[in-house]
């Protein structure tokens, strides 16, 4: 590519009926990528499950484009559908996701293909205070703690991200994003982080709750179940050691040394650090047979989709 060609740009947005906050979005996407260096596309996949006509006539104004998902799949789904049909139809230099919320600025994208360049995955690290209330950040901060802790994947960034179309291609083909998007990708290449601040939300309140963030949880898990497996293998050797070496030292006194007897808890101690240990390797277990078979499910279904 030429140094003053224009670089060729799709865009990925899903909207759940915020065609309100898209038109003001848009003209913002329009001032930041002017198409003197910017060949630009915009796909907005509509995830109402049923046709937005406010949607439609407010991406005409704008020369966007609409793609209907078959039902409501929810963001990150939504997002994937709109990149697997964008390998379909429009090729580009680079591929944009981010949400129709208006916290996702349009004047970063610039940056984030900068950094993505050199094949990386430039995602948007949000600053500044979620604007939830204090019992769902707490919440979500412990989410953040135990998904690094459980994956070694830092949770500190969302859907605003940029790549190359060859790593579009990658996810779509990929069985990791079926179900959940940002926190599968990871699994595909290094990460690089860039410092955006979170705008306000547009219009609305966040829809996520409680109940919305225990989902997003365990979808994002998906991806990582491997890895959640070898770690919680690894934290059972602590109790298995532990209960092994109280087991033969009990008996070993009991033997040998009968006066120096380990008492009767001692036994209950050990037999019980044999059963956790038990225990954590049957989870290992259980989650290696989700994480393959979870897998397999998905590349069938793309298989057959595809």
């Not at 060609?5 to 002017?34: D, F, Q």
């Not at 050797?237 to 009990?250: E, F, M, Y």
Request: positive net charge.
């Amino acid at each position: 590519m030429h140094a003053d060609a224009a670089v060729r740009l799709t865009i990925v947005m899903p909207s759940y009926g915020e065609a309100e906050t898209l038109s003001e979005m848009l003209p913002e996407l329009a001032e930041a990528l002017p198409p003197g260096r910017w060949a630009l596309t915009t796909l907005i996949v509509n995830d109402l499950g049923v046709p937005d006509p406010h949607l439609e006539e407010v991406a005409r104004l704008h020369s966007a484009q609409v793609l209907d998902a078959p039902h409501n799949m929810g963001s990150q789904e939504a997002i994937v559908y709109g990149i697997r049909e964008q390998v379909r139809r429009f090729r580009a230099d680079y591929v944009v996701t981010m949400d129709a919320d208006g916290q996702d600025d349009p004047a970063a994208i610039a940056e984030l293909i900068d950094c993505a360049r050199g094949g990386s995955i430039a995602v948007a690290q949000r600053t500044g205070r979620r604007p939830e209330g204090r019992l769902f950040r707490s919440m979500y901060a412990l989410y953040k703690r135990l998904f690094r802790v459980l994956t070694g994947v830092t949770p500190d960034f969302g859907n605003f991200a940029a790549f190359s179309q060859v790593m579009a291609d990658q996810i779509a083909r990929s069985p990791f994003f079926h179900v959940t998007y940002s926190m599968a990708l990871p699994k595909l290449g290094t990460i690089a982080r860039v410092p955006v601040p979170r705008r306000a939300r547009a219009h609305d309140r966040s829809r996520v709750g409680a109940q919305g963030l225990f989902d997003h949880a365990l979808r994002s898990s998906l991806p990582h179940l491997n890895t959640i497996a070898l770690r919680v293998a690894t934290f059972s050797l602590v109790p298995a050691t532990l209960g092994i070496l109280l087991a033969l030292t009990s008996s070993f006194l009991r033997l040998c040394v009968p006066v120096y007897a380990f008492p009767n808890w001692a036994t209950t101690i050990a037999f019980g650090a044999a059963m956790l240990a038990l225990q954590l390797l049957t989870i290992c277990l259980v989650l290696f047979l989700v994480a393959s078979l979870s897998r397999q499910i998905a590349a069938s279904r793309f298989t057959r989709d595809g």
